[in-house]
């Protein structure tokens, strides 16, 4: 093979889709410059990305800075309630409007020349308008904002492609295991302090496809954590066996659970007052099963935004405790990426049992936490090697075959309840093919509407 520099994004595509059908993946795409450029404008321009949750900006002028690829929005509530996500650039001359990170204002005001926006993104007042801009249609220069917002349960996603497809329509049937996550107590989930954010050596596909259901690492990376008792495996092995079950091609999505073969009611080990306000009128008796003998799920909705359900604590001798983890795995360039989590847990949750949730979050999922860094350090190490001449010129590709056709012996569940398809086994990659397969869909098509620009 003649080995030639090849820069276009559309041929290194190429030949993707028969490498997917055989399990391969160039290992390229985790750090590659021309990839990376055309991810922001095929897939975070065009896809449901995740903004935030209702409860962090929960009275009226509350916002929060945030980002769609690498664009700045302002997460906004409005005087009148309502929530904006607006882009964070003077319709002046474009500076940047909001700096702070996080607050509360009855208007923004611009550094550079002093025009001013409400927090619906009216555009209200404009200094010396009466000799400078006498005719200026105030109307017509309010601030840009996100085409599509969504509010599912308190959680806004945004999309900036006026063709999107709703958000519903985007998630499918995919709702029926969120809805198990975030629908759970009748109250539902609500945000606990702020989410933390941390910068990483990575590619930010690598968290997204890992909370697909890499089932299969955990032993291995996580193998001191584990060792120490932190992930509480002493305390939930005893009550009853346990079993990986994974839900692949869930309309684009994916999930992977662990529930134990138990009589008992687990629900993650959240405590009595939250276990007592199970959503029985909303939830079907399948999902309230499966949440009943749950002790982790973690998925992904495409491209990034990830979750991680989990009991796991933060001392050997103290049992497991719930909460709920989100992800979002901010694309800030090929080989590096801003992880932002939010810890979440049910609103009926005591104080002591919020704190509680919170701590274990902080020492198992985060940057300091026993789980966390383990990850980050493999992670790190695969985007090192996405980035060589050598993998470049020797096109090399990685191996995602586990549990492909006959390669294993993963039959689905027959009866599963749920939508998609379940294997209950964690000796299979499907889960990490479809967030590929979803990533090489939105890829090879072209933008349309107002995202022509490539
Ligand atoms: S750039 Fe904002 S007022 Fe001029
Ligand atoms: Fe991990």
Redesign the pocket.
Known sequence: MVYEFRKSVDVLLSGIESDLQAGLLPLRVFNDDDIYEAELRRIFARSWVFIGHESEIPTAGDYALRYIGRDPFIFVRDQKQHIHVLFNS??????Q?CRVEKGRTKNFS??????IYGTDGSLIA??SQNEGYKRLNMAEWGLHAAPHVANYHGLIFANLDPNAVSFEQYLGRYRWYLDIQFLLTEGGMEVIGEPHRWLVNANWKQGAENFNGDSSHTSITHQSALHVGVGGQSSIGALGKSRGVHVSECDGHAISMRMLETDKKLFWMYPDEVTRCINHGVLDDAQIDIARRSVVHDGTVFPNFSFIHVAVTDSADRPPAGFLSLRVWQPVAPGKTEIWNWILAPRESSEASRRRAYRVGMSSFSPSGSFEPDDIAVFGSIARSASTVFAEMNQLKLNYQMGLGDMGDLAPIENWPGPGVAVGSNAGEEGLRTFHRSWYRQMMVRPTGGAQHE
Do not use: I, N
């Open positions: 003077c319709r002046h001359r474009g500076s409007l611009c550094p550079y020349h002093g025009w404009v200094p």
